[in-house]
Nanobody
Framework: QVQLVESGGGLVQPGGSLRLSCAASGIIFRNYDMAWYRQAPGKQRELVAATTSGGSTNYADSVKGRFTASRDNAKNTVYLSLNSLKPEDTAIYYC?????????WGQGTQVTVSS
């Protein structure tokens, strides 16, 4: 059974930082592309950052220079460091594992940026 469990969300002031984690089980983690998506109220889910099985990483333009995605294949975990947070970053952040025609999702973790 595949499980993706996100953690690390919370309430933070503008300009603050958070670090999200996503622990995976039930998959051969190193073979999967791992990504972070987010969904704000009333908006579609959007890709935030992705780190491939080959080690490359890419980001949405809106978070470049502020967010950093990384993965630890030994721990079956992917991370997302969020810096210089803005109110518009408020959303539920979801972890995704993708390989060929397989997609797995976590339950999401809430990030709220507010003073």
């Amino acid at each position: 059974q595949v499980q993706l469990v996100e953690s690390g969300g919370g309430l933070v002031q503008p300009g603050g930082s958070l670090r999200l984690s996503c622990a995976a089980s039930g998959i051969i983690f190193r073979n999967y592309d791992m990504a972070w998506y987010r969904q704000a109220p009333g908006k579609q889910r959007e890709l935030v950052a992705a780190t491939t099985s080959g080690g490359s990483t890419n980001y949405a333009d809106s978070v470049k220079g502020r967010f950093t995605a990384s993965r630890d294949n030994a721990k079956n975990t992917v991370y997302l460091s969020l810096n210089s947070l803005k109110p518009e970053d408020t959303a539920i952040y979801y972890c995704n594992a993708h390989r060929v025609n397989r997609d797995h999702w976590g339950q999401g973790t809430q990030v709220t940026v507010s003073s």
